[in-house]
Structure formats: structure tokens, C-alpha cells
């Protein structure tokens, strides 16, 4: 049973969804420590003059958790969003498939992060037809920091093999105490794939949505490197 485990993100890059895609079971961290210059409420798209940055504003005090950011519904940055996801998009092969989800989801108003993000993962991960099954690890309330933390998810859904990107390794992850776990390690060897896209030069590691206006149903093939567009 391979386990990928990653926090939840707003508008979340490819490689996350191939972690998603891999697994058997996807355990969403929605609970850990909010990141103030992280991905977690922001990301990018293409734009006619390149790389466009799109980012959720927050209120998030000094050391809160990913659960209590709560949104600043005072700036108008639905209307700035959608504008700049219209603009970039609407002459994009697959943007009519998209159009009505993201339109509503952008004439919300949203309280929390946390409730925009998941309403928004659950959509992609309809929309690239991935099976693994979505645990939130608000549901399952484990103890532990960091690995420890780690193996108790990955206990909680009965998974033996972890999926991670490499750089963890690097960062947090400690491999001799998932191996003394009883926990196989497998490292996600990830090479950002190649598509056609509006606005050339091409773009490497945008949003899904950028794939998905531009690839549809040949997404998920695309992240895995099934198929070159």
C-alpha cells in the first residue's frame, strides 16, 4: 500500500499531482503549521507575458496552523483571479470544460483557506480521473512531529510504502526511522513534462489548470509521462 502524504495548496503544481496520481492512498495535510512564504496560498499561471503569480490573502497570525488561516474577503482578489484565469485561458483548447466550476468557485465568498483549497483539489482530482483514495489527516488526528508524525499517518490508513520527493531527504525526513518502522521508502523521480501551450516560450511548473486548459483529458497521461503533447 503506497502512501503519499502533502499539505494542502491553492492551485497545486504538477508534481503534486503525480504524487497523488502514484499512490494508493493520498493523506492531505490540512493541520500542520501555515507557512508564510510557502505554496499553500499561492501559485503560478501563464500569462500572455509569462509567468503569472496568484495569491489568496490571508490572515494568518505568528505560528497558526494551516486550519486557522481564515481569508481577507475585504480585497477583491475573486474578481482579480478569475480575470486573470479568463484572460489567459479563454482561447485555450479545454477552458469551456473548466469554465462553470472555476466561475462559481470564484463568485464564493470563502472563510478558510483550508475550505478553499480541498473544494479545490477534490475538482482536479475528478478532472485528471485519479482512483487513489484522499485521506485528511484532520481526520485521523495523530500524534507526533515530522517522521514520527509520518509513520503514525501512514499507520492510520495501513500503508507500508511511502511515496516523497526527493528533497525531503534533505529537509525533514528521517529514512533510517522509517526503515526501523517497517516502511519501504520510494522516491518520486520527478521531470516536468512538456506540452503545448499558448504565449511561447514554454513555461515549466505552473497550475494544473494551465495543463488542463491546454491538455484535458490527456492530463493525467501528460504528468505521468505517457504521452508527449
Not at 494508493?24 to 508564510?36: A, C, G, R, T
Request: hydrophobic share 45%.
Amino acid at each position: 500500500m503506497l502512501c503519499g502524504i502533502h499539505q494542502l495548496h491553492y492551485l497545486p503544481w504538477l508534481r503534486y499531482f503525480d504524487k497523488i496520481a502514484r499512490a494508493d492512498v493520498f493523506i492531505v495535510l490540512d493541520s500542520i503549521q501555515y507557512n508564510k512564504n510557502g505554496w499553500q496560498n499561492r501559485n503560478k499561471i501563464k500569462s500572455a507575458s509569462g509567468p503569472l503569480l496568484l495569491t489568496v490573502p490571508v490572515h494568518a497570525p505568528l505560528g497558526c496552523t494551516l486550519d486557522e488561516v481564515t481569508i481577507d474577503e475585504t480585497q477583491l482578489w475573486r474578481k482579480k483571479h478569475w480575470a486573470a484565469i479568463q484572460q489567459s485561458y479563454r482561447r485555450a483548447p479545454y477552458f469551456a470544460d473548466h469554465e462553470v466550476f472555476l466561475k462559481d468557485v470564484y463568485a464564493r465568498e470563502w472563510r478558510t483557506l483550508n475550505d478553499l483549497n480541498r473544494h479545490m483539489l477534490e475538482y482536479y482530482v475528478r478532472a485528471l480521473n485519479i482512483r487513489a483514495r484522499i485521506v485528511y489527516s484532520s481526520e485521523l488526528n495523530v500524534p507526533g512531529i515530522a517522521t514520527e508524525r509520518l509513520i503514525n499517518l501512514m499507520r492510520a490508513v495501513d500503508a507500508d510504502s511511502y511515496y516523497s520527493g526527493a528533497y525531503a531527504l534533505h529537509q525533514y525526513l528521517d529514512a533510517a526511522q522509517l526503515e526501523a518502522a517497517g516502511i519501504a521508502l520510494q522516491l518520486q523521480e520527478w521531470h516536468a513534462p512538456v506540452y503545448s501551450q499558448f504565449h511561447q516560450p514554454f513555461v515549466p511548473d505552473l497550475s494544473v489548470i494551465d495543463l488542463l486548459m491546454h491538455c484535458g483529458p490527456a492530463s493525467l497521461d501528460v504528468i505521468l509521462g505517457k504521452v508527449a503533447v
